[in-house]
């Protein structure tokens, strides 16, 4: 609407009309860009992460207002892989016998081990490498008797491309991502990042 319609109202029936079919047509113009452009509107990552974030956690080390650490863990149960690869298959366009190839490819894996996507944030980049051979974290799980499980394999994922930000949509943009596997717990499991400046333990949902 024009700002002079405002700073002067009409003082007409036909002025009057003139101005409210002109914002009538702003507001439209408005609804049509916010559905046009919303990034809401992608369906396909919508219905992924409605299916994932039950699992997906969250907490943080601080050191009085400065954060020493934050961390972000998905594990990749059967439902959670059943979710990866039904999302891959649509961005790849892969066909029903591929997809079920791949869905029985990681059933099998989650028969066999837990693995965990975490992603990391520390201020100190050069002390963000959970796989050097001594790292400034050290990562864990805890299962239900308080048994430690060191992790088998940590795997950096370091291709930011259009598939695994859709996948790992909680990596952040100063964050470093990691696979972890591990040997399969029994029970209830946390997942413990200790270090210098602190520990977290992330409770994980493995159903």
């Keep these: 609407m024009p700002r002079s319609a405002l700073k002067n109202p009409p003082r007409t029936l036909a002025g009057l009309t003139l101005v409210l079919l002109l914002a009538l047509a702003g507001c439209q113009t408005t609804a ?16 992924y992460q409605d299916a994932v974030e ?22 990749l149960t059967v439902k959670v892989r059943r979710a990866m690869v039904e999302r891959t298959a649509r961005a790849l366009g892969l066909d029903p016998a591929d997809q079920a190839r791949r869905l029985a490819d990681q059933e099998r894996d989650a028969a066999q081990f837990l693995e965990v996507a975490l992603s990391v944030f520390v201020p100190e980049s050069k002390w963000n490498d959970l796989a050097a051979a001594k790292p400034d974290w050290r990562v864990l799980v805890l299962d239900a008797a308080g048994k430690e499980i060191a992790p088998q394999d ?28 591990f040997a399969l717990p029994q029970g209830a499991a946390r997942l413990v990042i200790t270090g210098a400046p602190g520990r977290l333990e992330l409770p994980l949902k493995l159903d």
């Design 54 to 75: 039950p699992y997906l956690v969250a907490d943080s080390i601080y050191s009085g207002p400065a954060t020493e650490l934050h961390a972000k863990a998905l594990p």
């Design 32 to 47: 049509w860009l916010g559905d046009k452009f919303d990034p809401r509107q992608n369906q396909n990552d919508r219905a």
């Design 154 to 181: 940590i795997r950096p994922i370091k291709e930011r491309s259009a598939l695994n930000q859709a996948v790992y949509f909680f990596w952040g943009p100063w964050d470093k991502l990691y696979r972890l596997r």
